[in-house]
Each structure stands twice: as C-alpha cells, then as structure tokens.
C-alpha cells in the first residue's frame, strides 16, 4: 500500500517537473518544422505536413555553419582551459582547505553577469579583443571554471590521503601523484564536470552578444539576429535553435549516468 | 638496511605539541615497535621519519644521513597504511611494481620482484586483480608486498592490523615477525595494541603525550615499568592501583588504605624510606595474586580478604574482579578446585616481590 502511494507520489512528481520544459522543447521542434503562416495562425494547427525547408535556410541564408564551428572552437577550449586550470585549482583547495579562495571562486560565479558587461566591453576593446576567440574564451571560463572548481573539490575531498602519501614514498613528486594517482581516480568526476562546462558554454549567451562579432559569432547569437525590425522568423528560429539544442541533447543523453555518478558521487564517501 | 637515529625530535601543530622532544635510537635490523594510546604522538612521528610531515625542530637520520629535508621518495623507506592505501584503478600487479617503476627500474627487473614478493606471501593468484576484489587480509598482504618489493633501508607499519578481524590479526602477526627475521630488516612499527608491541618487537617505545615514557626489551618493560602510565598500558588485563599509604610500625614497613594492609618485604626498605607517612600508588598485576592457601601458606602478611564479584572463565584461566573494601581488583588465577560463586568471600596472596610502588605527585616507580 505504502508502496503504491510512493509510487504514484514519485510519477505525479516526476510528470509534473518534466512536463513543462518537454512541452517548450516540442513547441520548438514543431516550430522548425512548420512554415512561416502556419505558425502564426490561431488557433494553433497540430495536424500539419512537416516541412524541412527551414532547416536548408538556416545553412543557406545564414552561415549556420560558421556558426556552429565558432560555438563548437569556444566551448571546447573553454572546457579545455578550465579542466587544466580548474583541475590542479581544486586538489589545492581540497588538500589545503583554502575555503576563502573557494568562496572567492564563487562569488565571481554569483555576481550577475550583466555587471560584467560594460567593464569587459571597454577593456577588450582597448585591447582590441572583441570579436576574437580569446575574448569569448576567456570570459566564458567565468562560467565554467567555477563549476569545474567546486564540482571536483568535493572528489578531491573524498579521496583518502594516504593514498598519496603511498604515492610519494613510492617514488612520486606532489605532481606526479596528482597526475598519476589522484587524476585517474577522479574521471568519473572529470568526465562530469567537462561535459557541464562544454554544454554551459556552448548554450551561453549574454557575452557572446556583446564580445562577438561577424567572424565570431556562436549560434545562440545568430539566432537572436533572426529577429529583426520589420519581423520576427519564427520557423527559423525554431529550426535553428533545435539543431543547436540537438547535438548537446544527443551527447547528454549517452552520457547521462556518468553525470548523475558525477553529480553524486563525491559527495559519498564509500 | 640501516639504524633510524631521532634527535629531540619535536613536532608542533599550532600551540598544540604532538611529538615532544623525542629521543630514539633504532639499531640495523631491529624490530621497533612505537606504541600508546591514540594522539601519543607515534603516527606523527612515524609520518617524520617518512616524511610525511615536516618537522618542527630536532633531526633525524637514517643510516648516516640527515634526512630532514629529503622528499619522501629519496629516504629509502617503504611504509605500510593502516587502510592498505593500495591504488584502486591499478591491478594487484601493478600496485607492487608501481614504486619500482617510478624509480625506473627495467621491466625485467620490477617481474622479478614482483614474482619474488608475490612468491613470499603466497599472492600469486591474485596478481590480475583490483583492490576491491580482495579481501581485507589479501589487501594486508598486497600492502606488504608493495614495500618489500623496493627492499628499503626502512620498514615503516602504521598500525597495518588494525583493520583485521581478530584471528587473523593474531595469523599476520606471526607472519610480519617471520618475514622480519627472512628479510633481516630495520622496521619500525606503529601500534596501539600493547600485546602487539609486546609479541612482536625487539625493543618497544612507549609514547604518552608526545613524549617518551620507556623503551626497552618487551620483558624489562614488563617487569620494570618505569612509571604508573607505563605499569598500567602494559599488560593485559591491566595492572591494580590502589592509593595507599606508606606506614612505619616499630622497624616494619606496611602499605595501608581502607579495607587493605599488607607488609611489604625487607629489600624494598631502603627505597621506601623517604616516602614515609606520604601517600603512594600501590600497584599489582593480576596474575601476581593467587588464592591463599591455609595448608602452605603461613600469614607473611600479604594476604587479603576480598568478595568476588564478577567470574569469566577463560577455559585454562579465570579473571576474578574483586573488591576489597572500597578498591576493585582484577586477579587472573588458575581455574580454582571449587568454582568461585558470585559475592563469596575468598582470601588471596600477593606476590609481594612483584609488586610496584609509584609516586603519587611525580608518577614515577618507587619499587
């Protein structure tokens, strides 16, 4: 009995949190896949031949390849930077308890990025950055360093010292037992914290729109561009912001349980 | 191999004082076994000669080298964790041979080795295995192998039985000894477990708040304590104190308190005399005290009359707790004739040549 209640509390909970962002996310599949009128009419039409002719305009109007590329070259090396940096930045604040730094990193995370905004447009400006993949790189490792931080200080904690300890009386310099000893015991988490910082760059907007330029525009941007003054192209954007949601979906879809592990599993000791 | 030298080794954590000018001398090839009760300082100072933890003030040496400022991995030592510590992403194989890899050895030489120690403890079999597929005394053997393996000038054991069950604690016990006496090593060893320190060490060094209280053969520490802490750490179950005082009557000397006097014997005389009239700290071993026996004994003045209260039979031996008066003793007799009921009134003898005298104020042992 109490079973069945439980159950039926855990499905109401879990329609009732899935829904709505599943009914956004079909909204803006259908919209991809209708013409520019049917998406206008009212009352809404369900039943309608799909058509693919949004996609090919997306690719032939607007250099949606550029686009993808520009995202794709950002996203990666925001990951990359962050990992290489974020990775040894965590062990030091786990292993020597540098909460302040720690809170520090999270501050950084916490302040609204539109206050970043005008400071960061004047300096890159004056250093004539805007619209290259260094200002759009680094900027983003606002957002995913701090999360590569204080995803893997919680796996660095959880990690017995002594095994360290064993490593530096084998033989290890301190880098080469993080490197040899502490890195591979941690991929699960590594794994976790690269896949959120890929997705949270590569779905970052705000800076991009400012720092950006022609050559350097991320697809999240060239979307905005297709509202313009005279009209809004609903299909488009339908289709093109499913193809940007697409790639990130597919990928986070395979890797889903190494991220629940991830997300989890520092903060259990075993 | 090598002699391990501490020289007013002192370890300071903020105003807290871990290790207190600590003076020790272990000899190539022995057995030294540090051992008190937790925070006596005897993991810290082990982790400084390992170089785990830096040291505050004072030297130490391994061989003929001042060692200080050496990294872990160039002091020759090979240490042994409480929780094994074994890599768990890497097999069995590979857990031994790790260390000689980072140092470089040919990988003929680490299969060797490997073979070699894996030859030793009878851990052939789990060669190809994880960690977590072991159980807790095969991961005990794999954590030794992994230190013999390097053949150091040092063996360091931070309480590696502890995470044991019983009887097998008592089986790798055995075995560490022999693998000492076939290795001929320098080992020092970290325990709280004084019936590990005793069956097991050459010579054992007893720490009690960072500081060292005694070191010397298992027996002599045994039999000479040089102070209540170590009178009462030693020995299982633990000695009797009772707070008495020293009492002149005409040219003899008794130890007295409530519900308890017994004369204590001529040859004590001349080292109790300055403590007349004090109060001092009687101390006996349990199984310095048996059941007085009217047909033999003649009153010499070391019998007294108690109540059992609690009887364990041990099969070949019994724990008898007593209470004599306000004091309670523990005796560990031969089981007796007549099995002992609870609240009886029994009489029992003292070894009066065993017993031992401490200090009230300094602590320290008198006879």
């Known amino acids: ?270 | 191999m090598a002699n391990v030298i501490l020289k007013n080794l002192i370890k300071r954590y903020g105003s807290v004082t871990a290790v207190d000018n600590l003076n020790i001398e272990i000899r190539d090839r022995e057995f030294a076994v540090l051992v008190g009760p937790s925070g006596c300082g005897k993991t810290t100072a082990l982790r400084m000669i390992a170089g785990l933890e830096t040291v505050t003030s004072g030297d130490i040496y391994i061989g003929d080298t001042l060692v200080n400022d050496m990294a872990p991995k160039d002091r020759d030592i090979a240490m042994v964790f409480q929780n094994y510590a074994l890599y768990p992403h890497m097999n069995v194989r590979d857990n031994l041979g790790f260390g000689l890899k980072m140092r470089k050895f040919s990988k003929t030489e680490i299969d060797r080795r490997v073979q070699e120690a894996a030859d030793i403890l009878g851990i052939h079999d789990l060669l190809e295995r994880k960690p977590k597929e072991l159980s807790g005394g095969q991961r005990q053997r794999v954590a030794v192998g992994r230190a013999i393996v390097r053949k150091p000038k040092v063996f360091l054991f931070d309480e590696p039985l502890s995470n044991l069950d019983a009887k097998l604690r008592v089986a790798m016990r055995a075995e560490i000894s022999k693998l000492h006496r076939r290795l001929g090593a320098t080992i020092v060893y970290v325990t709280h477990d004084q019936v590990e320190a005793m069956t097991m060490a050459d010579r054992i060094f007893i720490m009690h708040n960072g500081t060292l209280q005694q070191s010397g053969m298992p027996l002599d520490v045994y039999n000479k304590p040089a102070n209540r802490f170590v009178a009462g750490f030693i020995g299982s179950p633990a000695m009797n104190f009772i707070e008495t005082r020293l009492v002149r009557e005409k040219d003899t000397w008794f130890i007295a308190s409530e519900g308890f006097k017994v004369r204590l014997p001529e040859a004590f005389y001349p080292r109790v005399e300055p403590y007349a009239d004090r109060p001092v700290i009687f101390g006996v071993r349990p199984e310095d005290m048996e059941e007085h026996d009217p047909a033999t004994g003649s009153d010499s003045g070391n019998t007294l009359t108690v109540q059992a209260e609690v009887v364990e039979t041990l099969g070949f031996e019994v724990f008898v707790y007593l209470t004599c008066g306000p004091h309670a003793l523990v005796a560990r007799m031969e089981v007796p004739k007549h099995p002992l009921t609870v609240g009886q009134t029994l009489e029992v003898d003292l070894k009066m040549a065993q017993i031992h005298l401490f200090d009230r104020e300094t602590s320290q042992t008198i006879v």
């Not at chain 1, 809404?44 to 949606?64: G, M």
Request: glycine content about 4%; charged content about 10%; aromatic content about 16%.
């Open chain 1, 1 to 270: 009995m109490v079973k069945t209640f439980k159950s039926i509390f855990f499905y109401t909970g879990a329609f009732a949190l899935c829904v709505p962002p599943l009914f956004v996310f079909i909204w803006m599949i259908l919209t991809g896949l209708k013409t520019g009128i049917q998406n206008i009419s009212y009352p809404p039409e369900f039943l309608f031949t799909p058509t693919l002719e949004n996609f090919r305009a997306v690719f032939q109007q607007y250099n949606f390849f550029r686009y993808l590329l520009n995202s794709l070259i950002i996203a990666t090396l925001a990951t990359a930077i962050s990992l290489v940096l974020g990775l040894p930045a965590a062990y030091s604040i786990a292993k020597y308890r540098q909460n302040k730094i720690g809170i520090i990193i999270l501050i950084a995370r916490m302040t609204p990025f539109v206050s970043y905004l005008l400071p960061w447009y004047i300096i890159f400006r004056y250093l004539k950055l805007i619209d290259t993949y260094s200002a759009l790189t680094i900027t983003h490792l606002i957002i995913t360093m701090p999360m590569v931080i204080w995803l893997m200080v919680s796996f660095f904690e959880s990690m017995p010292s002594e095994l360290e300890d064993a490593a530096m009386i084998d033989g290890c310099s301190r880098w080469q037992s993080f490197l040899l000893i502490v890195l591979p015991l941690v991929r699960n988490g590594i794994a976790t914290a690269a896949i959120m910082s890929f997705i949270f760059s590569w779905n970052q907007f705000l800076f991009s729109l400012i720092l950006s330029g022609p050559k350097t525009k991320t697809v999240p941007v060239a979307v905005y561009n297709f509202i313009s003054y005279g009209k809004i192209d609903w299909a488009g954007i339908g289709a093109a912001a499913t193809l940007i949601v697409l790639p990130v979906s597919i990928f986070a879809f395979f890797v889903r349980k190494s991220i629940v592990q991830g997300l989890t599993m520092g903060a259990l000791k075993d």
